[in-house]
């Protein structure tokens, strides 16, 4: 029996998980499929929602692997031209 798996996390609820180990499948594969679940579902099913792909390593803890965040977290500054949105600007 497996005691890891990777958890795909939207807005922190877990809605998908890959084990690894004595199962048979590898760190990496149950990575991938992971991995491929969360670019599958980022445009459609879970646009604009937060997206985590979580190592879960039993009684050892968890780990944060991959964190997506929505385009619509992100700011946006009306007539800004500079590259970086945080700039001081000195008048």
Request: proline content about 5%; charged content about 25%.
């Amino acid at each position: 029996m497996d005691t890891s798996w990777f958890e795909l996390r939207v807005n922190y609820e877990k809605v998908a998980a890959f084990s690894y180990g004595p199962s048979g499948q590898t760190a990496l594969e149950a990575y991938e499929k992971a991995f491929a679940l969360l670019e599958v579902t980022r445009a459609d099913l879970y646009k604009d929602k937060m997206m985590q792909v979580v190592d879960v390593r039993g009684l050892k803890g968890e780990r944060i692997v991959h964190d997506d965040c929505p385009d619509v977290l992100k700011p946006v500054i009306p007539n800004h031209t500079n590259s970086t949105p945080f700039d001081l600007m000195v008048l």
